[in-house]
């Protein structure tokens, strides 16, 4: 026995834990009922390595979600984008509807597919199709994309 009260074969199921990584120093002390003190010092002191695919797996989590986060905003910046643009187009053209310009409509027409074509691609929707995108803002600084395939109405 340790000074701590346990077994040398207590100690090697602590450690065979550890190395495991199923789980930070305060849990397995709780767990084995030492003091986390005790278990830092005792890894540090006899060289206890946790084993790499736990270390690999956490790190490989913690991307995961810093790229998810990443691309959600990313996502959400694009319908926003999308909403105001459209919208400007909209806009456009009401004020030119009495003028009846066809050159500059050919052009916000040519615009607002371009921006309907980026939307879809971002939403992973098909560009060839006929379904109808409704855009409207959620009113908490966010974006609300309905789509409807070529066969309903929105």
């Given at each position: 026995?340790?000074?701590?009260?346990?077994?040398?074969?207590?100690?090697?199921?602590?450690?065979?834990?550890?190395?495991?990584?199923?789980?930070?120093?305060?849990?397995?002390?709780?767990?084995?009922?030492?003091?986390?003190?005790?278990?830092?010092?005792?890894?540090?002191?006899?060289?206890?390595?946790?084993?790499?695919s736990q270390?690999?797996e956490k790190?490989?989590?913690?991307?995961?979600?810093?790229?998810?986060?990443?691309?959600?905003?990313?996502?959400?910046?694009?319908?926003?984008?999308?909403?105001?643009?459209?919208?400007?187009?909209?806009?456009?053209?009401?004020?030119?509807?009495?003028?009846?310009?066809?050159?500059?409509?050919?052009?916000?027409?040519?615009?607002?597919?371009?921006?309907?074509?980026?939307?879809?691609?971002?939403?992973?929707?098909?560009?060839?199709?006929?379904?109808?995108?409704?855009?409207?803002?959620?009113?908490?600084?966010?974006?609300?994309?309905?789509?409807?395939?070529?066969?309903?109405?929105?």
């Amino acid at each position: 026995m340790g000074h701590s009260g346990h077994t040398a074969a207590e100690w090697r199921k602590i450690q065979a834990a550890y190395q495991r990584g199923e789980g930070s120093c305060r849990i397995l002390a709780e767990r084995f009922g030492v003091k986390p003190q005790a278990l830092r010092q005792r890894a540090t002191r006899e060289g206890w390595k946790k084993s790499k695919s736990q270390i690999s797996e956490k790190v490989s989590q913690k991307v995961e979600n810093e790229l998810v986060d990443e691309a959600t905003a990313w996502v959400k910046q694009m319908k926003l984008d999308c909403l105001r643009d459209r919208e400007r187009i909209e806009a456009s053209y009401e004020q030119m509807a009495p003028a009846a310009d066809p050159l500059a409509i050919k052009h916000l027409t040519g615009s607002r597919h371009t921006v309907d074509a980026t939307m879809r691609r971002s939403l992973g929707l098909p560009l060839g199709d006929s379904g109808r995108m409704k855009i409207e803002a959620d009113g908490h600084g966010g974006v609300s994309v309905i789509y409807n395939p070529a066969d309903s109405a929105i």
